[in-house]
């Protein structure tokens, strides 16, 4: 009788406990070490970007093959670095490669990392005509100053400007058109003490400027 109650108990006791969950991939890497996953994390302690509206930011297919085949988009680091202004942070270093299959399912994962109160659907389907473009380049570049800290990509198809920003010489495989459009409009929506100007653009402005920076492509990523 005594060893049927306490194998109950012991039942129970199983039963009711929390179970451990198997560490997920992105603890299996320890990705918060360098990546915050929360806008409560401080921004002191990681040197990478955030990851917490991941799935409003990139495109689910540059993303995949990135975690496989990384590439360097911050080349002189990353902006929130205390030393970052000194020029005296530590290069921009190739980020770890996962295989095919973690790195698609954690980009999965990281595609469903979104923000509450994001705006999408507000830049139109419509690609800029040549002459605009033309036009918008000359804003982008001069007006703006955007490869000031930021690569573009020149007339001879090459990546050209500045590296304290992360390069925009492939925004178009690597960003959504939203999250690019709400960046411009509101930089400190996603970045409270970022580097990035706030220029007060009005609605067409930003489209346009989305528009420009979503036609920078470089290599095939189909």
């Known amino acids: 009788m005594h060893f049927l109650i306490s194998t109950l108990i012991c039942g129970w006791l199983m039963w009711s406990l929390p179970v451990q969950a198997e560490p997920t991939l992105a603890e299996k890497h320890a990705c918060s070490s360098c990546h915050r996953f929360s806008p409560k994390d401080p921004v002191e302690s990681h040197n990478a970007p955030d990851l917490f509206y991941a799935g409003n930011k990139f495109q689910p297919l540059w993303l995949k093959k990135f975690l496989q085949n990384p590439v360097v988009v911050r080349k002189a680091g990353v902006s929130t670095d205390p030393d970052f202004l000194q020029n005296s942070s530590t290069p921009a270093q190739?980020?770890?490669?996962?295989?095919?299959?973690?790195?698609?399912?954690?980009?999965?994962?990281?595609?469903?990392?979104?923000?509450?109160?994001?705006?999408?659907?507000?830049?139109?389907?419509?690609?800029?005509?040549?002459?605009?473009?033309?036009?918008?380049?000359?804003?982008?570049?001069?007006?703006?100053?955007?490869?000031?800290?930021?690569?573009?990509?020149?007339?001879?198809?090459?990546?050209?400007?500045?590296?304290?920003?992360?390069?925009?010489?492939?925004?178009?495989?690597?960003?959504?058109?939203?999250?690019?459009?709400?960046?411009?409009?509101?930089?400190?929506?996603?970045?409270?003490?970022?580097?990035?100007p706030y220029f007060n653009l009005d609605d067409e402005s930003a489209q346009k400027l989305t528009k420009y920076i979503m036609s920078l492509k470089i290599g095939d990523w189909n």
């Open 94 to 196: 190739p980020h770890p490669r996962l295989s095919k299959n973690e790195a698609s399912a954690m980009g999965d994962y990281l595609m469903t990392l979104t923000l509450p109160d994001f705006s999408g659907n507000k830049v139109e389907k419509a690609p800029l005509t040549k002459g605009n473009h033309v036009r918008v380049k000359i804003l982008f570049e001069r007006n703006y100053g955007c490869i000031a800290c930021h690569e573009g990509i020149n007339l001879a198809g090459q990546a050209r400007g500045g590296i304290s920003g992360p390069s925009l010489a492939n925004a178009g495989n690597r960003l959504s058109a939203d999250w690019v459009y709400n960046w411009l409009k509101t930089p400190k929506k996603f970045i409270a003490k970022g580097r990035m």
